[in-house]
Structure formats: C-alpha cells, structure tokens
C-alpha cells in the first residue's frame, strides 16, 4: 500500500484553517524510542585474524555490499608478527544476512598485512622521511555512495600530523579535510579510491570537517556533517561536484548558503554517530540520529528529525552497564541499517572498546507502535492561539479519539504550535475521528466568539476568560435593550 504523503486538504473555522495531512504506514517504532531487548553479539571478527585490535568500525553500502570502515588497525601477519598499526581499513561484510559482525578485508597480502585503504601521496611520505613525524589519513564520516546502487561514490577523511615520542602517540595536530572518489571493482570486490586532490584540502583547520562526522546522499545531494570544537555543522554538496569547493553550500540555521561564514550547528555534544534516512519512526521523523556523547558517559543515543539538518529529539536509550560493558566501552557508537529487519524494530548498532579492544555488535529490539496504520495529522498552527491551546488542556479531543477507536497523540513544541496525530487500524474510523475532533475546536471557536448559546458562552468565558472584553460589551447591549424608558 502507498504510504506517501498526500496534499494537505482544509477545514475552515471561525478563527483559522486547520490543515489535514493523510495516509499510511507500513510500521512505525514508539518515539521517544524504547529499547526492549539487548542481545549482545561480540566481537566485529574477520574470517582470517578473528577479533583483533581496531577502532571507529562504521558501515557503508555500494554496490548492494556493506562495508566496514576501521580506523586504526593492529596489523598482524598471519603468523603473529607485528607490522604496527595502519590509520585506515576497509572491510568487506562477508555473509550480510546471516553473520553480519564477520568481515573479510578487502586488500590484503597472503601472509596476513592489511593495507590502508587511503594511502599517502609521494609528497607526504617525504615529509615523514624528512621530519620523523607521521602523517594520518583519518576515515570517521563512512562511505557515501553517489547514485544508488551504483558502486560510486566519495569518501571525506581527515588529515593530521602525529607527534610521538618514545613511540607513544604526544599529539595530533588536524590540518584539514579532504575528499577522494571511491568505486567497487566489479569482479574482486575490492574498494578503489585516488587521491584526485593530491595533498591538498577541501576544509581548513579552522573550518568545521565535512563529511567526517557522516556523508549521507539525499536528492542528488552529499549531505555532510561534520565537527569543529564541540559542535557539528552541515554542508551538502551536488552529486556532480564534490571536489569543488565553490559548489558546497552550508546550514545557516534557516537555509543553505554559500557563506560559511554564515553556518549554525545542527547539534553539539557528541563524539561519533550515523545520521541516516528511516521510516522506522512513521511519517512524521525520517531522519534517525544514533551515537555517543563527547561525555565519556558510555551512554548510547538515539533521536529523529523530520529533516537532516534538524531539530532532532534525542534520548538516551542504553548505557555500558547495560550492555554489560562496564570498563571496555569508549564510544564510536554506529547503527547498521542493512543488517536486520527494521520494520519489526531490529536494529544492528556497534562500539569501540578501550584500546586494545575492538568493535563489539549488539542486536536492538526497539518497541513498536504498531505494523500497519492508516493515520492523519491535523494541524492547528493556523487556530487563533487562544483556541488551539485549550487541545492540550481540554480532554475532548482525546475522548473524541477514543470513541472511534482511534490513537491519539499531541504534538504542541511551541508557543501556539499544535498537532494532533491520529492512528488507526481503518481508513474510514481514522477519517470520522478527524472530522469529529475538527467540528469540536469549530464549537470551542464559535463559543469565544459568543456565536453558540448565552449560557454556553458564558461557561466557556468563566473557564478559560476569553473574549472577555466583546463579552461585557454584549452584555451591555443587551442591558440597555432592557431597561425600561
């Protein structure tokens, strides 16, 4: 059945239109979201080396195939010898639908060395030569693929230069963000990428990293998030440009604009996450925010946003101890939207564990609303406030709805902004609730206006003291029609 959207139709009033939205939806979780149940899986292994050492562990789709993103990697041949570590890996998820925590990497030697997935340029393996210190090509924002389906698309990385001493890590030093193009190779599987931009940098130090908080692809657009500081800002850019500067337009807290000087930050306070479209949540939010916090709290977050820049609503819906984690958990909290059945609330979500750790798996089960729905918004934002008001303090409109058989749900974020949400299990109960809850706030309108009974406006004046100056005027009137000559 079509669960899009159709155009809105009207109900006129005394004080206003109310806009009526219609349709259906397939499934829809309980937001705020609740988690039910937690099966832990373990550890993100691969076939060859099992559990080993690594970080970030976020997933991609190209090509019909996920795969795994890592940061840094323990290298270690097949036979135990230590290569040290790589900045970056990709992963191939070798069986999706029935193990989805098992990978397979995608360019590796038979004896067991794993290669970055995004290597140096010529120039920057002179600079380590050179200086001694160590150049990083950090993968946090995943994959993002351009066309669906199409095995095509970019990637957005971070470089920095690291400081050790004595082997220990001192510093990172961020010096900006770039992007590379990334496609499948149709026979091995393998993941290819060039570094088209060579050394050079789309995002300065000082400008917020695109596409390295996540990248997801909308409308023929990259939209790409990304942090500076505690706060995370959104550019998008044409599926066609990526690699011009000029071409990225970015949020101002109102719209898109080439200024970025002009940006605004669509959330703060968290440290990695998926942004990713869903209909998990019903029509109303069809984005989901899933991550962790810059708290070092161990907590896992979950929110949805009706657009990709927001606002998003978010909870918190789990914690390490919880998870039975209590120690190891870190954070780079990830969702894997392509590995369980979201239309019954399953979720794949993953997290780090402290270095030495790895990447462990955990199967959500969200609670559900219901599997099958036909609903109808009815919106109030354009009701005199003074009677849209009396939805969240008058209990009719809730009766009306449960007279017909019909959930119920108010929506009233803002001074004067409400909506109602009707759900039900028939089209025709759903529609007879709406026009019922609509004649009602017709009846309330009337009655502030003075346009019912005398003694129904007098009732409705004393409780909610409404009108009271047209009121005193009629008053008035019809005292002096009284008196006698």
Not at 38 to 55: E, F, P, Q, Y
Not at 141 to 149: D, P, S, T
Not at 219 to 233: A, K, P, V
Not at 362 to 371: G, V
Request: net charge negative; hydrophobic share 35%.
């Amino acid at each position: 059945m079509d669960d899009s959207i159709p155009l809105p139709i009207g109900y006129d009033t005394v004080v206003g239109k109310i806009t009526l939205t219609a349709g259906y939806e397939k499934h829809k979780a309980v937001f705020p979201p609740k988690v039910e149940a937690v099966h832990i899986l373990g550890n993100v292994r691969d076939s060859t080396k099992d559990a080993h050492t690594r970080n970030i562990g976020r997933s991609s789709m190209l090509a019909g195939i996920p795969y795994y993103v890592f940061g840094q990697v323990d290298n270690v041949s097949n036979d135990g010898y230590a290569f040290g570590t790589v900045p970056n890996a990709v992963a191939m998820a070798s069986e999706p639908f029935t193990d989805p925590l098992l990978t397979t990497y995608v360019s590796v030697e038979e004896n067991g060395y794993i290669h970055p997935f995004l290597g140096l340029t010529e120039n920057e393996v002179k600079f380590e030569q050179d200086t001694g210190l160590k150049l990083i090509i950090s993968i946090q924002g995943g994959i993002c693929e351009g066309e669906l389906g199409s095995g095509k698309g970019c990637v957005w990385y971070q470089k920095l230069i690291r400081e050790k001493k004595d082997g220990v890590t001192v510093r990172n030093y961020y010096q900006g963000t770039g992007v590379a193009p990334v496609k499948v190779d149709g026979v091995t599987g393998e993941l290819l990428n060039k570094r088209v931009l060579g050394e050079a940098i789309l995002f300065e130090k000082h400008e917020p990293a695109f596409g390295t908080f996540c990248s997801v692809m909308h409308n023929q657009w990259y939209y790409l998030w990304g942090r500076y500081c505690e706060d995370i800002y959104l550019a998008r850019v044409s599926l066609l440009h990526p690699f011009e500067r000029e071409s990225y337009q970015f949020w101002n807290g109102y719209s898109f604009t080439g200024d970025i000087k002009m940006i605004a930050p669509v959330l703060t306070g968290y440290s990695h996450g998926t942004i990713y479209k869903t209909q998990l949540f019903g029509h109303n939010y069809q984005w989901a925010f899933i991550g962790s916090t810059d708290w070092n709290d161990s907590a896992v977050m979950m929110g949805a946003a009706s657009e990709p820049q927001g606002p998003f609503e978010i909870t918190q819906i789990a914690s390490a101890e919880n998870l039975l984690d209590t120690g190891a958990f870190a954070d780079c909290v990830y969702v894997h939207q392509w590995a369980y059945k979201e239309a019954v609330g399953e979720v794949l979500l993953s997290w780090r564990e402290k270095w030495p750790g790895g990447i462990i798996g955990a199967k959500f089960q969200l609670q559900m609303l219901h599997q099958g729905a036909f609903w109808k918004d009815i919106s109030l934002d354009d009701v005199q406030t003074c009677i849209s008001t009396l939805a969240k303090t008058r209990n009719e409109l809730v009766d009306i709805a449960s007279d017909h058989g019909v959930f119920y749900e108010l929506d009233s974020k803002g001074f004067g902004k409400v909506n109602i949400r009707l759900l039900g299990g028939s089209a025709k109960a759903v529609d007879n609730a709406a026009l019922d809850i609509c004649k009602q706030v017709e009846t309330w309108a009337r009655q502030a206006l003075g346009l019912e009974e005398r003694e129904t406006k007098k009732t409705f004046k004393n409780a909610f003291g409404l009108m009271k100056r047209k009121t005193r005027e009629n008053d008035q009137s019809k005292e002096n029609e009284e008196a006698p000559a």
